[in-house]
């Protein structure tokens, strides 16, 4: 276990300024100064357990107050009291026994090669926290959060949070921005028989991407939902006019005209 465990130590050490207090749930403290290792082995090296908690923090976009508890400005990082230490404690465990399920789906064996993770060729790729979380303690797609939105206010509510978050992340690893993004989330509101809230969503896609073909075939569909057959066509004229390649809504032009 300790062969994997130091593989995917990454990134720089954490300087600790604050002084760690010791808990009083801790068992006997060990030579690396920590008391409540309940899942890694209690001598794991302090710079080991250190790098971990870095990477913790990038994976989930967080802060180490986000899992360990703050008194008067000091850390108790032994306490178990946060739900969200507890919690991650778990997700250690459920992350190596996905790592261990794996490399017996994938036939490869999980202690191949050297220590490194980069440098273990026959090992099977590696599930981290960030595999799942990639810079979000809750890592729920782009579409769930804008449809949870909209139970409250609809799609200018959905549109609202899209357009929130997209400020806020635009560039990271949290969420997917593409053209695709929004069509998506307009195609779910055009299946749930919303068209005018697919063509909010789409024409906000057209300030972001004004050339985007695929946003344009996608309206035309919405469109044509509502009866506006006219419509529908000018707009799969755009988007075949964008895209030349776009066969799909080369073929919804003539199924349309043809009717
Ligand atoms: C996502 C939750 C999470 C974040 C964020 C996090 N930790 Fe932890 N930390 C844990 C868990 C879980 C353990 C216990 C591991 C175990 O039981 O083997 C732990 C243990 C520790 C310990 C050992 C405490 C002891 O005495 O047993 C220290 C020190 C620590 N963390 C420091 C930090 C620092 C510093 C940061 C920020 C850079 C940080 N942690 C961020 C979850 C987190
Ligand atoms: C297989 C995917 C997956 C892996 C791997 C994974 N997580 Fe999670 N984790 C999730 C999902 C999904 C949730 C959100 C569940 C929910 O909606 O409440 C979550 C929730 C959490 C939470 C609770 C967040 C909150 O505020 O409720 C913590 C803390 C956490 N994970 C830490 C970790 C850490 C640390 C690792 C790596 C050791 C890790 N997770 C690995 C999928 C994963």
């Known amino acids: 276990m300790m062969r994997a465990f130091y593989g995917i ?9 604050g002084s760690i207090v010791a808990s009083a749930q801790g068992g006997s403290a060990q030579p690396n100064g920590f008391t409540n290792l309940q899942v890694w082995p209690v ?9 971990f908690m870095n990477a913790f923090n990038r994976s989930l976009g967080v802060e180490c107050n986000y899992c360990h508890v703050q008194r008067d400005g000091k850390f108790d990082f032994a306490s178990d009291e946060k739900r969200e230490k507890r919690v991650a404690r778990k997700m250690i465990l459920f992350r190596d026994s996905i790592n261990v399920e794996l490399a017996a789906i994938v036939d490869k064996p999980v202690t191949a090669g050297p220590t490194s993770v980069e440098a273990r060729p026959g ?3 590696r599930v981290l926290c960030a595999s799942c979380h990639h810079g979000l303690p809750i890592p729920a797609p782009l579409g769930e ?8 206010g609809g799609a200018i509510a959905g549109l609202a949070k899209f357009k929130e978050l ?17 069509v998506g989330i307009a195609t779910t509101a ?3 028989k919303r068209p005018d809230d697919a063509l909010r969503y789409l024409q906000a896609n057209l300030e972001y991407f004004p ?32 895209d030349p390649q776009n066969a799909q809504a080369k073929n919804q032009l003539q199924q349309l005209k043809g009717q």
Do not use: C, H, W
Request: proline residues 2%.
């Open 211 to 242: 050339k985007s073909s695929m946003t344009y075939q996608a309206m035309a569909q919405a469109k044509n939902a509502k009866g506006d057959k006219g419509a529908a066509i000018k707009d799969l004229e755009t988007a075949v006019q964008l």
């Open 43 to 51: 001598d794991t090296p302090r710079a080991v357990v250190l790098n």
């Open 123 to 125: 090992a099977p790729t």
């Open 145 to 152: 959060v804008t449809s949870e939105a909209e139970k409250s």
């Open 166 to 182: 997209r400020a806020k992340f635009y560039g990271g690893q949290q969420y997917d921005f593409t053209e695709y993004a929004l």
């Open 9 to 17: 130590a990454l990134g720089s050490l954490l300087l600790l300024t």
């Open 190 to 192: 055009l299946n749930a």
